[in-house]
Antibody, heavy 119, light 107 residues
């Protein structure tokens, strides 16, 4: 079945870096825009970024622009999020999601990976 | 940036109740508005896309309406499995955003 599985989360010190991965299975990643959304503990959802099929179109939320970089490897059916200069407030569960349809909702989500930024 | 404001932030309801959640956008977003359900410890699940279109596999007791700036998610006859947090999301702008969420609790 169609599935997204995130990995790469963990504990990192403030100022550190982390690279998250999202592996797609059961469908062809290259046919879809993909995005990242996060959720801080006990808080709501925050959209972070999305990337087009060929990586030619990329957008970031203002809150993370310049520190996060989204990328994809269609041959590997994988999506990535490089996170630099991490702050305590970046602590959250990070979800990858598939953008779908002409109205651009997110119809398929991974289970999430936890990132904790703490000294 | 487009802000989405949901109301109420939380509500208590009983099984069988009709529940209505609203989402107001800070500017017109046509029908680029989607609704998600999230249960504790789980990823969000798409319920309604394009304001009023039911996602495949979602029970028909869920419905959405609205356009422009005002949108509504309605659950007719609330079921035990519907107790969860609901979020709206806009994709009209190139910078997406979510509402703050509405927690539906058991009365």
């Amino acid at each position: 079945q169609e599935q997204l599985v995130e990995s790469g989360g963990g504990l990192v010190k403030p100022g550190g870096s982390l690279r998250l991965s999202c592996a797609a299975s059961g469908f062809t990643l290259s046919n879809y825009y993909m995005g990242w959304i996060r959720q801080a503990p006990g808080k709501g959802l925050e959209w972070l970024s999305y990337i087009s099929l060929s990586s030619s179109i990329i957008y970031y939320a203002d809150s993370v622009k310049g520190r996060l970089t989204i990328s994809r490897d269609n041959a590997e059916n994988s999506l990535y999020l490089q996170m630099n200069s991490l702050r305590v407030e970046d602590t959250a569960v990070y979800y990858c999601a598939r953008r779908w349809g002409s109205d651009d909702s997110f119809d398929l989500w991974g289970q999430g990976t936890m990132v904790t930024v703490s000294s | 940036d487009i802000q989405l404001t949901q109301s109420p932030s939380s509500l208590s309801a009983s099984v069988g109740d009709r529940v209505t959640i609203t989402c107001r956008a800070s500017q017109s977003i046509s029908t680029y508005l989607h609704w998600y359900q999230q249960k504790p410890g789980k990823a969000p699940n798409l319920l309604i896309f394009a304001a009023s279109r039911l996602q495949s596999g979602v029970p028909s007791r869920f419905s959405g309406s609205g356009s422009g700036t005002d949108f509504t998610l309605t659950i007719t006859s609330l079921q035990p499995e519907d107790f969860a947090t609901y979020y709206c999301q806009q994709s009209f702008s190139t910078l997406y955003s979510f509402g703050q969420g509405t927690n539906v609790e058991i009365k």
